[in-house]
């Protein structure tokens, strides 16, 4: 018997299972890869899906009250700071409860938004190459640049630029004045690294509002980044370390387009920044990794991946991001009972009762509240006792 054949037949005998497709595939990658005869891949794939059917779900298991316990009961065992990010002492990022609470919310923007990136060719080995990336994202300000001061006589604001710095951040006198020109609308006379301007006319309060107005402007990088902090770390990518960029604010988007940053790797967690930037599917998976870091930096990695799988899948079901709240999934059920079991339950009682709603008692929580028994498990399985008569016995 040919090679061929012998991989045709480990082929069939993977697909006569009930795998999915996916867990099929990678049991045959696996069996090719070991070599493995007929007789053993039928052993294998065999043993794949008693384990893959034994994990599943039984019929009318609450799946719901499960997860939501499941998650809920180590959640009072969170600690209710913010610490700093694991490795990167320079950082601070909300962690534990607050954490957990900013997910399940769907939060526009987190309390500590921050971004991971990683680098792709020799922006990641080479000091210099990743110091490029990190002044395109990092927001570089006046401040950072030189000193401000203002000349009260002649009614004008002076900048001395930093040399070093400026050609550190590779950025030169002339672009300087000409971004403050544009930003503040005024006339700059640039000497060196000296750059003077002022109001059109003399005045003391336009002075000091055209020095606020400069402080604010970004000459370089992401506004929303205010500090990006450099480490070199052991990575799976690479055999050899590599540097790694950890931000203080986030601009997913804008930093997926910067020359040398790894958009396959890179990450932030802000869910809202992902779903527009990747869409409703990367921001699932961002929900699930998230929820699940945030347990395991608390050590309670023990909670099934499944449970908070389920809270991803129902909060971004309809293509969109929703929140597990009266704003979100539980103020749009249904059910008016189990709406107005979550919150405000006066407002929603009064609001069905006006438009003449009707409760058809579908759910867990409305049959909870009117005394029935609920449709899942042995509630929704219907079974009589009949009386069985024996048979007559004749002589």
């Avoid at 938004?113 to 490029?132: G, I, S």
């Avoid at 387009?257 to 869910?271: F, H, L, M, Q």
Wanted: glycine residues 6%; proline residues 3%.
């Amino acid at each position: 018997m040919t090679d061929y054949d012998v991989s045709d037949d480990v082929e069939a005998v993977v697909e006569d299972t009930d795998l999915p497709r996916r867990l099929k595939e990678r049991v045959y990658e696996v069996v090719e890869a070991q070599g493995a005869s007929t007789e053993q891949a039928d052993e294998i794939a065999r043993g794949v899906e008693s384990r893959y059917l034994d994990t599943r779900v039984d019929p009318l298991d609450p799946v719901g009250t499960v997860s939501a316990q499941s998650i809920g009961e180590p959640g009072t065992q969170m600690t209710m700071n913010t610490f700093h990010y694991a490795g990167v002492a320079e950082i601070d990022v909300t962690q534990g409860l607050p954490r957990l609470i900013e997910l399940v919310d769907a939060r526009k923007t987190p309390d500590t938004p921050m971004m991971t990136v990683y680098l792709e060719d020799e922006y990641a080995t080479d000091r210099e190459k990743a110091h490029e990336v990190v002044w395109n994202i990092e927001a570089t300000r006046i401040l950072a640049l030189g000193d401000v001061s203002t000349n009260v006589a002649d009614m004008n604001v002076q900048i001395d630029l930093n040399e070093d710095t400026l050609a550190e951040r590779l950025l030169t006198p002339e672009e300087v004045a000409e971004i403050i020109e544009d930003s503040l609308g005024v006339s700059t006379v640039q000497q060196g690294t000296a750059i003077q301007f002022g109001p059109e006319q003399p005045s003391y309060r336009d002075l000091l509002q055209l020095v606020e107005e400069l402080r604010e402007i970004v000459f370089k990088g992401i506004e929303e980044v205010s500090r990006v902090v450099v480490r070199k770390e052991d990575t799976d990518e690479r055999e050899d370390e590599e540097f790694v960029l950890y931000t203080e604010g986030s601009e997913f988007g804008d930093a997926l387009a910067i020359e040398g940053v790894d958009a396959s790797r890179t990450t932030c967690n802000n869910i809202h920044e992902i779903y527009s930037s990747l869409g409703v599917e990367a921001a699932r998976e961002t929900i699930i990794n998230e929820t699940m870091d945030t347990l395991r930096e608390q050590g309670l990695d023990d909670v099934n991946v499944r449970h908070l799988m389920l809270v991803s899948d129902i909060m971004t079901t309809r293509g969109t991001i929703e929140s597990i709240g009266r704003h979100g999934i539980s103020g749009n059920k249904d059910s008016v009972l189990a709406r107005a079991a979550y919150e405000v339950t006066v407002n929603h009682l009064l609001d069905a009762a006006i438009h003449g709603e009707v409760d058809d008692l579908n759910g867990v929580i409305e049959n909870v509240i009117v005394g029935k028994p609920i449709k899942l498990g042995t509630g929704d399985v219907d079974l009589r006792m009949g009386s069985i008569s024996s048979p007559t016995s004749s002589d």
